[in-house]
């Protein structure tokens, strides 16, 4: 009997726990927001974010017209004064041959260039052969001074 007594006060002291335990759970479910309470919290943040997302796209789609706009209005404009400005045959004729002296220019600067590379490479020729020469003269008048 005692025994019986003592396993049902330990079983009693277990309860009893349990109890405590799930009267603090049933507490906190009380006190905090229900999981509907969370999702539906959640749900409203992300709804924000899409209007605030929505809004930044239509800003920049706002913005990107507007400056298409701009450019197509500049572009019209700038067409407007090319046609309006005239080029007589005398402008033409003038333009032509200061092209053509351009292209004289940049041909002879070519050649000129051309003429110095030239110069360049047979001046390092003759250097290097200089070179050799003094260095075989320094050679001998070596062996000059050690006979």
Do not use: Y
Request: aromatic share 2%; glycine share 2%; hydrophobic share 35%.
């Amino acid at each position: 009997m005692e025994q019986e007594r003592d396993a049902a006060a330990e079983k009693v002291k277990s309860l009893g726990k349990e109890v405590a335990n799930l009267e603090a759970q049933l507490e906190a479910l009380r006190l905090g927001p229900s999981e509907r309470e969370v999702l539906e919290k959640d749900k409203s943040m992300l709804e924000k974010d899409v209007q605030k997302f929505h809004t930044i796209v239509e800003d920049l789609t706002n913005t990107i017209v507007m400056e298409n706009k701009r450019i197509s209005e500049e572009n019209e404009e700038a067409e407007k004064r090319v046609d309006a400005l005239t080029v007589n045959a005398r402008d033409a004729e003038r333009m032509k041959r200061k092209l053509h002296a351009m292209e004289r220019d940049i041909a002879e600067t070519e050649l000129a260039r051309n003429d110095w590379e030239e110069k360049c490479w047979d001046l390092d020729a003759t250097l290097a052969h200089k070179l050799k020469e003094l260095e075989n003269l320094s050679i001998e008048c070596h062996h000059a001074l050690w006979r």
